[in-house]
């Protein structure tokens, strides 16, 4: 007879899901109650308004799809882009290309701008082609690579659309919680996230916020949203604040459970102090790798501190060292997508799983293992230059 699924205990070093908080565990194992309930309802509107605080916005449309991150995705393609639409899709990683898949299966047509991986989206380029395509809509891009490590400058990207009359849609998937976005400062259209990266909450939502020019375009569409599930017209009536909560799917209410407490984390710790956060525990990362010879392939200016892109060394098997760290220190890191799969190693340094004792086991484990793979390097110096940062 099958017996209860315990999960081994890992660290969760990878590009997502991150550690989850205990608190947020033990959050979600509370009593499933009605999604119409007055109390749910409740909860949702502090869910809602947290998550204004998490997106630095006041947009009224922000809230959480009933899914993953690719949900989010999907809901701010599927409602923005009609057939015929051009779409102007940054690409620089993999989540680029999912883009313009998206932009295709609506019927729409993404002109590609590409960057190298590992680069920060390239501005002129972007601008050359809104130049080109002055009946352009929408520019879509990510601000935090996760195949890569690296980080756009969303402000300036925002901007420059504008400039040239067109909507943002913004992938901060991994991004949220982790490193600045300010969905108002910067006018920021429609934006999505996830739950499983620097909110460190489980996987399964995705937030999202709207901007009053992007519902306006929503609201005047000549055609039909194709996804019946993700159309805000209709969910709009489900989460909206009006009282007039109609039913239109069952929300996941033990999952938004854990979501609300990962919020009231994140407010206790202040927005800032969590960016400040992740840029130390990255700082120290960084120390102790690059005292072990390693290096991190994106540029210093463009790099997320919530995800590290380190190249594998030469003669060195990335799969047998991955698979050593899980079995041997419980560590998971990720592996390299794409072209850069078996050239790099995706270190993540996200929510709660970037703290101190997280970098040093990732260094201890990581030197070791490649010590025994005939790498030479001195632990010590690297545990050393690692603590240097940690105790400044
Ligand atoms: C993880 C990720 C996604 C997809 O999120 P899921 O929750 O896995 O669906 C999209 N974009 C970026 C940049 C990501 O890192």
Redesign the pocket.
Known sequence: MTTSFHPPERTLMG??PSDVNPRILEAMSRPTIGHLDPAFVGMMEEVKSMLQYAFQTSNALTMPVS???????ETCFTNLVEPGDKVIVCQN?V?GG?MKENVERCGGIAVMVETEWGRAVDIDAVEDALKANADAKIVAF?H????TGAQSDAKTLVELAHKHDCLTIV?A??SLGGTPILVDEWGIDAIYS????CLSCV??L?PVSFGDRAIEVIQNRKTKVQSWFLDLNLVMGYWGSDGQRTYHHTAPVNTLYALHESLVLLQQEGLENAWQRHQHNHLALKAGLESMGLSLIVPEDERLPQLNAVSIPEGIDDAAVRLRLLNDYNLEIGAGLGPLGGKIWRIGLMGYASNSKNVMLCITALGSVLRDMGYEASLDDALDAAYRVLSR
């Open positions: 590009p997502g899914a993953p991150g690719s949900a989010g995705m990683g989540f999912r990510v935090a690579e996760t195949s992938d998937v991994t996830g739950t499983q990266k996987p399964g995705s």
